[in-house]
């Protein structure tokens, strides 16, 4: 089937190590619009930060920030679509991560402003992500109120991580661990990461699909992460960049160059252009 829709991540797919994006992706991206092929960013980074980016690859239509839990119009930044959780979702999985010794981040205005308590909670890790946005420091009975919100987000040790998870599994929500690299050094800081989302990627190009009157198999997906993994099981093509660990090529994706090789243009000249 034809390719109609191009799902890109951004960081480590689009955007290189070095914060740039490659003439050659750019020139890419350009024939996509040319041949009438949509192309929407679907990235795990807030709206604030990637508006910028998305707006400077001279893309229009719709884009998916914060993981799939909002769908933007790029021209104006509206909200489009978004999903929440019901308040007692976020009130037990907020209470579930505090009583883990970790600091609930608690994502409210489509993930734009992160509700969180005393500092002295962070790890290293929810410290630099809480400095990278809008964040309000609220006391501990307001964070661990029943809100609607788009996300409950976690940092910290694996053991720490695994007990929140294991006291959230029976919520109504979509609840994932990963691995993470906080860029806090050359070599970066690892650290574990708990998402309790109302959506994720895949349910956001699901949606989108059904918006635009798609069907998922003209869909190819191109990602190099974990929170990527959602999108490539509803998109008809899935492409995984040569960075990637290896755990995740079980899989199935086709596998691209690394992204300062230029793996997204690759994928999309062989798989789309050519």
Do not use: N
Not at 17 to 40: F, G, H
Not at 143 to 172: E, F, K
Not at 214 to 219: H, K, M
């Amino acid at each position: 089937m034809p390719v109609r829709l191009v799902a890109a991540d951004l960081d480590g797919t689009l955007v290189r190590r070095d914060r740039t994006v490659s003439a050659r992706t750019r020139a890419a991206l350009q024939e996509c619009r040319r041949r009438d092929i949509v192309v929407v960013v679907v990235t795990a980074r807030r709206w604030h930060a990637a508006a910028p980016v998305v707006r400077g690859l001279e893309l229009s239509g719709l884009a998916v920030a914060v993981g799939g839990g909002a769908v933007r119009d790029i021209a104006s930044g509206r909200v489009v679509s978004g999903r929440l959780l019901p308040g007692g979702v976020v009130a037990t999985a907020a209470a579930a991560v505090d009583a883990a010794g970790l600091q609930p981040m608690v994502a409210v205005e489509h993930g734009e402003l992160h509700l969180a308590g005393d500092p002295r909670r962070d790890g290293p890790a929810a410290a630099t992500y809480l400095a990278r946005g809008r964040r309000l420091r609220v006391s501990r009975p307001v964070l661990l109120a029943p809100r609607p919100a788009t996300r409950v987000l976690a940092m910290g040790g694996a053991s720490r991580i695994a007990a929140a998870a294991r006291a959230c599994a029976g919520l109504r929500a979509r609840i994932t661990v990963q691995d993470c690299i906080v860029p806090r050094d050359p070599h970066g800081e690892r650290a574990m990461e708990l998402h309790v989302a109302a959506a994720d990627k895949g349910s956001a190009l699901r949606d989108l699909c059904v918006a635009l009157h798609l069907t998922p198999g003209a869909v190819l997906a191109i990602g190099d992460a974990p929170s990527d993994v959602p999108m490539f099981a509803v998109a008809g093509t899935a492409v995984l960049m040569g960075q990637a660990e290896p755990g995740l090529r079980r899989h199935g994706a086709v596998l691209a160059p690394d992204v300062d090789a230029d793996g997204a243009a690759w994928a999309i000249e062989q798989l789309v252009l050519a």
